[in-house]
Nanobody, 123 residues
């Protein structure tokens, strides 16, 4: 069983930056695809960024150029650097991991989820 624990959320002004971290338990972290999702009140969970075990990254247009996903396999940690934050980025951010490859948009393909961390961007 893999446990994911997010940290780094908080309140930031528009235009500011935050760095989220997701620490994973388990010895096979390096073989997992990892992703960040977010969910705002009343909205569906949406993909924010993905990184494969081979270090390929993917971003939807809504965050491309502002967010950067990375991973440190030695620390079993995946990061999400968020710059130029906007009020519409306000949401609970979740880290997710999976053992097999699939589209990053395929939410059911993710085996493990963190508890989420709140990000609030004020205008």
């Amino acid at each position: 069983q893999v446990q994911l624990v997010e940290s780094g959320g908080g309140l930031v002004q528009a235009g500011g930056s935050l760095r989220l971290s997701c620490a994973a338990s388990g010895r096979t972290f390096s073989t997992y695809d990892m992703a960040w999702f977010r969910q705002a009140p009343g909205k569906q969970r949406e993909l924010v960024a993905g990184i494969t075990s081979g270090l390929s990254t993917y971003y939807p247009d809504s965050v491309k150029g502002r967010f950067t996903v990375s991973r440190d396999n030695a620390k079993n940690t995946v990061y999400l650097q968020m710059n130029s934050l906007k009020p519409e980025d306000t949401a609970v951010y979740y880290c997710a991991g999976r053992m097999r490859s699939d589209s990053f948009y395929a939410i059911p393909s993710f085996d493990y989820w963190g508890q989420g961390t709140q990000v609030t961007v004020s205008s």
